[in-house]
């Protein structure tokens, strides 16, 4: 059984190179090829794939978009499994095996879960741990994070993006992968989105892959560690991770989903109740508490913050009724560099703010101050 393992990459070259190795010392594990698309890179990640000599097919996708990338290299892949691969993963010693006897044993599995720990290049703070359990903003897929996987092999409803093996066919019934995101954290390059979320992904695919009646299993035995970055410890990272979610959501209720208009109001009546709920449980802990006593970004603040993106997201969207589509064909095609100020000059003021490094890569948590002036009228015009 042939495999494909295809490795979307953008200005991470270094990282791309431990990606890339950890495959190299599985290439006694099965037949396969592995396909780098680098996706409009302006770092050394050419050469760095040049290193690796016949290992790796290279493909140069100009548009800058995740689901784009992946589909470049689902376009030219040859093997009857396909294995997504983050540039910021590594396999373990027998991933590679264990995934192609699960897909030769069982026809009937279409999408493998991975078991994917966290490799953590710098101790992450306490707080950051605690948002973990609460959020899954590393991306992770293993017992620790979701309890219910310690049972070892079982079926599943997802799997989590960082590794995804599935069948050609399950990828083919599903459409491939769905709107997600465009441009990375680390972005500073000019013409280049900082990141937008727009759709749902590796989830969305999941869900489509099920209704046409795959089914997804979680396989321990799959195992890969997701690199976990000083970066991703930080009030910017998981500030920019809650909005994010919650705007793609509110994208995707709207194109993917294709929520009717009660519908939407009703989860917008929802949001404003958890927002409300949320802002109250800070705005209490910070009268029972000293400021050096409370962490430096709590969960409350990260799901208040993640609600009101929502309703702020959803405002935009009523708004603007064209904006949904129009960002879902960015999510799904990419913008080259060419396309990226004549894009720029279609998105409204109000979702260039709202989307800005300013507020959403902020390093600044909530304060007394900023819950007391925020009024609901703003998030509810």
Same mark, same amino acid.
């Given at each position: ?90 396999l373990e010693r027998g991933a590679l095996k264990a995934l ?15 078991? #994917?720990?966290? $490799? ?8 950051? !741990?605690? %948002? /973990? ?117 509110? #994208?995707?209720? $709207? ?8 519908? !939407?109001? %009703? /989860? ?51 708004d603007h009724p064209f904006l949904p589509n129009f960002l ?53 015009s």
């Amino acid at each position: 059984m042939d495999l494909s393992i295809i490795i979307p990459t953008h200005n991470r070259a270094d990282s791309l190179r431990l990606a890339m190795q950890s495959v190299c010392d599985l290439k006694n594990e099965g037949k396969f090829e592995v396909i780098i698309v680098d996706n409009n890179s302006s770092d050394h990640t050419k050469s760095v794939v040049a290193d690796f000599g016949n290992l790796a097919s290279y493909v140069f996708e100009p548009n800058t978009a995740f689901s784009r990338a992946r589909r470049s290299g689902g376009d030219v892949a040859q093997g009857e499994i396909f294995a997504f691969m983050d540039d910021d993963l590594t396999l373990e010693r027998g991933a590679l095996k264990a995934l192609l006897k699960v897909f030769a044993d069982n026809p009937q599995t279409g999408i493998i879960a991975a078991n #994917i720990e966290p $490799r953590f290049e710098q101790n992450p703070p306490e707080w950051a !741990l605690e %948002l /973990e359990q609460s959020f899954n903003g590393w991306s992770l897929f293993n017992p620790s994070i979701y309890p219910y996987l310690e049972n070892g092999r079982q079926r599943v409803s997802w799997s989590a993006g960082p590794f995804m093996p599935m069948r050609r066919t399950a990828y083919q019934a599903a459409g491939g992968f769905p709107a997600d995101t465009v441009g990375v954290e680390t972005n500073q390059n000019e013409n280049s989105f900082r990141k937008l979320y727009i759709g749902p992904g590796d989830c969305g695919l999941c869900e489509r892959a099920e209704e046409s009646g795959f089914e997804i299993w979680y396989e321990p035995t799959v195992r890969c560690h997701h690199t976990v970055p000083p970066i991703r410890s930080t009030v910017s990272f998981w500030r920019s991770r809650g909005m994010g979610e919650a705007h793609y959501l509110a #994208i995707s209720n $709207r194109v993917f989903s294709k929520w009717d208009q009660e519908q !939407l109001d %009703l /989860e917008r009546r929802n949001r404003l109740d958890l927002y409300a709920e949320f802002r109250l449980r800070i705005m209490k802990r910070f009268l029972v508490a000293e400021r050096d006593e409370l962490p430096l970004f709590s969960t409350n603040e990260f799901w208040a913050l993640h609600h009101k993106a929502y309703l702020e997201m959803d405002v935009i969207m009523r708004d603007h009724p064209f904006l949904p589509n129009f960002l879902w064909k960015i999510g799904c095609d990419g913008v080259s560099n060419n396309e990226f100020e004549s894009v720029i000059a279609q998105l409204p003021k109000k979702y260039l703010e709202l989307t800005s490094s300013s507020v959403m890569y902020s390093s600044e948590p909530y304060s007394t101050e900023a819950l007391i002036s925020e009024t609901f009228p703003s998030i509810c015009s």
